[in-house]
């Protein structure tokens, strides 16, 4: 810590007379313009993150408990808990827990407390915390079919919580699921899968999901109307049978505007193959334009980041999906992986906790824009899109459980839809990464690595017009299955717990 100190006072100089004078918000904008700096170089060493560190430190020191205090320490923690992810220093874990617990006692209702709640669970899952702060525990689950086409699932816990549901729709590998994320939430020792040999609702399990428990309703029918009410601490969710919709065209629901983004471009090629050197920015490009054409026939509005060969930044991206009022952001990238083995499809969703691997590839994705960056020189030092881009970044969260859903679904379309006609195509699964052109898009955003360029195999597949095209075919069915669901799942207004009535 100490010497972190000196090299600061070294690294920032001037900057630190400031400082000592700057309000709140000016420190702040300070610490998140080093942060960006960082975030987008693509060898960041540990030495640079400590003015970043440092910065964040320097708020909390002078104003710990102004409006800023918690998002700094929402940031620590994410920052402490990557740099444990990587480097494996167990001071870094304790520092990250160590700041989740003190936002979560300090500033328990600020913005990032539900964030911070979820990092403090995958960091530290046994936490006093939860006990002490009122995790819930889930006693148990039963199903009460009500008839052929009704059923009640009652979920009882020991103290009321927060919940999200969502729904994955029915297709040909399985039926319609429901589930509910339960917020901070353990299982207790007598919390069961339940099955139901009648009724629309064959069985109820649980999962992890982002640190949440995910209650998962297996349902025997394809489309259902779905109440959940909360009862003080117990959770009925009321399922029965809806009439399936009479066509399955194009009503878009509230998904409507779809903005698909062509990976690099320009100066920016992207990786390029093994063996035919394949650029990835002409495929991504061949494969939006024609994912475009995919889901504009099914009645969607498309923008395009991008519709011919040239250069735009990651940021600008991510500014043409706000500004053009997206419902949906669908990045599309090319893979290259060291193993000229390794074959297949990775999807994305922006995520700052993330595994080594996810990372490396992240930082290869932010590589090209940094070096561009660099060569325009200080210019943007200082103009407000650097402070927007950690506010749009915490914003971004917010949307990461949808994100996650459109996600698997065009994964599971591509591998599934692809793999009869092309043979297999492996899929790596829905994972998370810090993909910059992600950070701060106000709407669910996810990334696809199609396949990869170091792969003869898959390399000349994304050569080919028939896999693009199938690559194309599979994002609009998937966009189609998620508007569907959106449609079909009945936005429920919460009640107002008013004592315990049933
Ligand atoms: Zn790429």
Same mark, same amino acid.
């Given at each position: ?16 007379? @400031? ?14 313009? %080093? ?44 920052? /402490? ?81 927060? +919940? ?60 259902? %109307? ?32 779809? @903005? ?42 498309? /923008? ?15 500014? @043409? ?35 080594? +691997?996810?990372?490396? @590839? ?104 028939? +896999?693009?095209?199938?690559?194309? /075919? ?29």
């Amino acid at each position: 810590m100490w010497k972190m100190s000196a090299a600061v006072v070294a690294l920032v100089g001037s900057g630190a007379a @400031i400082a000592q004078t700057g309000s709140e918000s000016e420190l702040w904008a300070r610490a998140v313009e %080093r942060d960006r700096a960082v975030v987008a170089s693509a060898r960041a060493t540990r030495g640079d993150w400590r003015p970043v560190i440092a910065g964040y430190e320097r708020l909390l020191a002078r104003f710990p408990m102004g409006p800023r205090a918690a998002d700094a320490l929402l940031r620590l923690a994410q920052l /402490e808990w990557n740099f444990y992810q990587r480097w494996a220093a167990t001071r870094d874990e304790r520092s990250a827990v160590a700041r989740l617990r003190r936002l979560l006692t300090k500033h328990e209702k600020s913005p990032s407390a539900r964030e911070a709640w979820n990092l403090l669970a995958t960091a530290s899952p046994k936490d006093p915390l939860f006990r002490r702060r009122g995790a819930a525990r889930i006693d148990g689950v039963s199903i009460n079919a009500t008839g052929e086409k009704t059923a009640r699932v009652t979920l009882s816990l020991d103290r009321p919580t927060t +919940y999200e549901r969502g729904s994955v729709p029915a297709d040909d590998t399985g039926p319609l699921r429901v589930f509910l994320d339960v917020a901070r939430a353990v299982l207790g020792p007598k919390a069961a899968p339940v099955e139901s040999a009648l009724g629309p609702v064959a069985r109820v399990r649980f999962g992890d999901h982002l640190g949440n428990v995910r209650v998962v309703l297996d349902l025997r029918i394809a489309s259902a %109307r779905v109440v959940v009410r909360p009862h003080g601490a117990t959770v009925t969710v009321d399922v029965s049978e809806e009439a399936p919709p009479v066509a399955r065209a194009v009503q878009a629901g509230p998904i409507r505007r779809i @903005i698909i983004d062509a990976g690099h471009g320009g100066i920016d090629g992207g990786a390029v193959g093994r063996r035919y050197k394949t650029r990835e920015k002409v495929v991504t490009l061949a494969m939006a334009r024609l994912t475009a054409d995919k889901l504009r026939e099914r009645g969607f509005e498309v /923008e395009l980041t991008r519709d011919d060969d040239k250069y735009v930044s990651l940021e600008d991206r991510t500014t @043409i999906a706000n500004r053009e009022n997206g419902d949906l952001f669908i990045s599309i990238h090319a893979n290259w992986n060291p193993s000229r083995k390794r074959q297949g499809v990775e999807t994305y969703v922006l995520n700052l906790s993330d595994d080594r +691997y996810a990372e490396k @590839i992240a930082r290869r994705e932010n590589g090209p824009v940094h070096r561009k960056g660099r060569r325009k020189g200080k210019a943007r030092v200082g103009s407000g899109s650097n402070l927007n881009f950690i506010l749009a970044d915490l914003a971004t969260r917010a949307s990461v459980a949808e994100s996650s859903r459109i996600a698997k679904l065009i994964h599971d379309e591509i591998v599934r839809g692809l793999s009869p006609h092309f043979g297999k195509v492996p899929g790596h699964g829905v994972r998370q990464a810090l993909f910059y052109v992600l950070v701060g898009t106000k709407m669910p955003a996810v990334l696809v690595e199609t396949s990869h360029l170091s792969n003869a195999i898959d390399e000349a597949r994304l050569r080919s017009l028939a +896999y693009q095209t199938g690559i194309a /075919e599979a994002i609009a069915r998937a966009v189609v299955a998620y508007s569907n669901r959106a449609d079909r799942v009945v936005p429920v207004a919460p009640v107002a717990p008013t004592g315990s009535k049933g």
